[in-house]
């Protein structure tokens, strides 16, 4: 799983680095140079690929691996999205990315 950094105080703004950790479905540590550095949801952005996509569906459903209706993949991307103040529609296609594997 990846992450951009989005705020705008940071030293490393705009760059991509690997999460190496969530605590609480609120806090993400990203691994930055060897250091686990914390970040709220709403200071990155993630990568919608296909390991995201996968701990979505295993945070936000009880059954992660099953198939799912479009509807119900916009309803988990929807809630993860809120959750994580992160856009719907790059939920929606590392939901996308997983399940097309």
Not at 14 to 40: A, S, Y
Request: glycine share 4%; hydrophobic share 40%; with cysteine.
């Amino acid at each position: 799983m990846r992450a951009i950094i989005k705020t705008r105080h940071h030293e490393y703004s705009g760059q991509e680095f690997r999460i190496v950790e969530v605590l609480n479905n609120r806090i993400f540590c990203l691994d930055i140079n060897g250091v686990k550095t914390d970040f709220g949801a709403s200071e990155i952005e993630i990568v919608p690929d296909a390991s995201m996509g996968k701990w979505i569906l295993f945070s936000f459903t009880e059954y992660g691996d099953s198939h799912f209706r479009n509807s119900h993949i916009k309803r988990i991307a929807k809630r993860a999205a809120t959750t994580w103040n992160q856009k719907v529609s790059a939920c929606e296609k590392a939901i996308h990315t997983y399940i097309s594997i």
